[in-house]
């Protein structure tokens, strides 16, 4: 019999799991390189692709405030200035891996490649998840926050017991990282070395409550080290940061160097949805700040002081993205047919006979009225 | 992997004593061996083989790849069995015990039990829970819990129980099959009760009742670890004259109505037997749908003998909580025996 006694460790020494003392970043927010910046910055190509995938993905997220203006969408939580995670971690993701989205990651699950309208179909009251996972490698968007970071962990562990080169990525925020679950998730991606990067958008809110009520930690990337994890401190609004902090870990993964635990310091500049109203609990001035490190702004005047940019192409891209929020309105805007059959449909592989009893209760219910 | 050969399934099934653990751990055995997606995971499974030995040998026989101990964690361990599952794996998971299961109680009542209808069918999560519940073992609190109404009450879970080592077997090997996630409630003072059977994989059906004992004058409805206790009660009734019926529900969600139905229809008398407590409890449902689907055959109200309305009991006063034989008798009793002319319908 094979005994497995506790090992003693190699070495206590913490350092190779701690964060930097201060944010990583590659561009400061004038649009300017770092220099010494610890991360590696992406190519020109992946720079404009981020720049795109930013003006795309901020007038989809202003398109969906305003279809919830109109009564269109149930409620609809922005994601606005965070656009360099939304749209940094996703392009740093390979076709083959996966992202475990929370339901504030809207913008991110449309730069992965889901249909808008899919995407929509939760918030507007259609179904839960209106896209197929396995067709875009996303997991249905998480509600009960945290609990999608073991199911990354899971089907992470999965890809590595069948051997397929498949990182999980899963999209935290400051306060999910309160919950058990990320507890549970960080530890056991960090035991099993699971192909994991846990991605946490520190946007500065949970809803009403501010970090400082949330953690006492020196930043929510220290918890790491007790997992015996690496963790990155990163500049959450500089996209070439995220990407660059992202795409390490997932390369890291796939090496079988185990997860990643990645801080990116962000803020939510719009209410947490159009339900919520902000100015109880912060003030304008704050959210002034924070508009002055805007994450397009900085990557923009990097592109065009490089030359790789000009007025001409921003003037495309802006009527690109003014095209696709035009034909979002208007595929929204059409009345969809629900069919109540369906609540019946899915509970179960084989719908049991009780089902179908109550489903034709209801058809029954719906045919009298109808008659009526 | 290794596969069956022709020559194995050849060989006629022979008739051996087996416990209700030593069933189970059969029954993880053939599937891990049939299925190279099949994974055993939790606490103690591995090395230890399980506090009741149920997966003793698999560590060894199937390598740590596949039957391996996790972190201390339920939560953990069933949404990591959700992500696996996602990609394509089939996971058997443990609960140590009934009331250690509850911190996965989101990860299985908001993503295991909805999942397959958030996603319209795309994702399916064919996840086992195996969780040893229920009381009789003189265990201390919060090990001998009888939770099966909040997994029943969670629609997309399958939940089973079962009352014999040869159901154990075939349950457990159906259960592993199955596309729907499927709670799977292993009554612990069960485990070392012995049957002389061959373990057939057919031998049950995922969600049917059996009548385990025939009788025409009053149906007793019971699973699990009650299930003896209510066989027990009717050999002594028939002793005073009785003709008791049991039924061993096996499925609790899915409900068999027609088994259950037809049998209080034939006795028109019917009494529900668990150890979980009576308000809100399982046997609440069972007689409001008999109510619902027998109420003119029905000669007296459909009783409940249950545990009491209480958090379970230390060991030393488990006796006064567990439905007993006596309890059974005295219901059967209380079942309005005489009729309107005030004669007894039968010797009572």
Known sequence: MVTLAPAAPTSTNPQRFLPTETPLALLDAGGHVVADAGLVMPSDDILLALHRKIVLGRRFDSQATALTKQGRLAVYPSARGQEAGEIGAVVALRPQDWLFPTYRDSMAVVARGVDPVEVLALLRGDWHCGYDPYGYRVAPQCTPLATNALHAVGLAHAARIKGEDTVALVMLGDGATSEGDTHEALNFAAVWKSPVVFFVQNNGYAISVPLSKQSAAPSLAHKGVGYGMPSMLIDGNDPAAVYAAVAQAVAAAAAGEGPTLIEAITYRIEAHTNADDATRYRDRGEVESWLARDPLTRLRQHLTGRGLLDEAAIAALDAEAETEAAALRQRMNVDTVQDPAELFRYVYAEQTPALGQQQQELARELAESEDQ | ?348
């Open chain 2, 1 to 348: 992997m290794t596969t069956l050969t022709d020559r194995d399934l050849e060989k006629a099934p022979i008739a051996s004593p087996v416990t209700m653990a030593g069933a189970l751990n059969r029954a993880l055995a053939d599937a891990l061996r049939e299925d190279s997606s099949v994974l055993v995971f939790g606490e103690d499974v591995g090395t230890l083989g399980g506090v009741f030995r149920v997966t003793d040998g698999l560590a060894a026989t199937f390598g740590e790849q596949r039957v391996f101990d996790t972190p201390l964690a339920e939560a953990g361990i069933v949404g990591t069995a959700i992500g696996m599952a996602m990609n394509g794996l089939r996971p058997v998971v443990e609960m140590q015990f009934d009331a250690f299961a509850y911190p996965a109680f989101e990860q299985v009542t908001s993503h295991l039990a909805k999942l397959r209808n958030r996603t319209k069918g795309r994702v399916a999560l064919p996840i086992v829970i195996r969780i040893p519940y229920g009381g009789g073992i003189g265990g201390v609190e919060h090990h001998c819990d009888s939770s099966e109404a909040y997994y029943t009450h969670t629609a997309g879970l399958r939940v089973v129980t079962p009352g014999t080592p040869a159901d154990a077997y075939a349950l457990l090997r159906q259960a592993i099959e199955c596309p729907d996630p499927v709670i799977f409630l292993e009554p612990k003072r069960r485990y070392w009760s012995k049957e002389t059977t061959t373990l057939q994989h057919t031998a049950a059906t995922l969600d049917r009742a059996v009548v385990r004992r025939p009788g025409s004058e009053v149906t007793l409805i019971s699973y699990g670890g009650a299930l003896g206790t209510a066989l027990e009660a009717a050999d002594a009734a028939a002793e005073e004259g009785r003709s008791v019926e049991v039924i061993d529900l096996r499925s609790l969600s899915p409900f068999d109505d027609e088994t259950v139905a037809a049998s209080v229809r034939r006795t028109g008398r019917a009494i529900v037997v668990h150890e979980a407590s009576r308000f809100c409890g399982y046997g609440a449902e069972v007689a409001a749908r008999l109510s619902e689907q027998c109420f003119y055959y029905l000669e007296a109200p459909i009783l409940r003998v249950t545990g009491f309305d209480i958090p379970y009991p230390p060991p030393n006063l488990e006796e006064h909580h567990l439905p007993s034989i006596d309890r059974i008798l005295d219901a059967i009793d209380r079942l309005q025996w005489q009729d309107s002319s005030g004669t007894v319908k039968a010797d009572g």
